[in-house]
């Protein structure tokens, strides 16, 4: 069985609300699942960012070494040689 959503109000600009409409009427949507789909976007967006910064941080401690860095260019240069250009 389905659980019942949770209603929330929140205050949007104008131009936003606007934009929203807009989208809600162009794809048949209601407000509600635009919304949703946004919020879902944002949320993703958010979890990406977050992943990306732990990447950062753990290259900070730890970046490529000289072996490291010629072994991604040799790499590099032997993947680009089979595109055609």
Request: no cysteine; net charge positive.
């Amino acid at each position: 069985m389905a659980r019942a959503a949770t209603k929330v109000a929140v205050s949007i600009p104008p131009d936003l609300y606007r934009a929203l409409e807009r989208v809600r009427r162009t794809t048949g949507k209601s407000r509600s699942t635009v919304v949703q789909d946004a919020l879902r976007h944002w949320l993703e967006h958010q979890a990406q960012l977050g992943m990306v910064l732990e990447y950062q941080a753990g290259y900070r401690r730890r970046p490529e070494n000289r072996r490291e860095v010629k072994a991604a260019q040799a790499a590099a240069v032997r993947l680009l040689a089979t595109e055609d250009w």
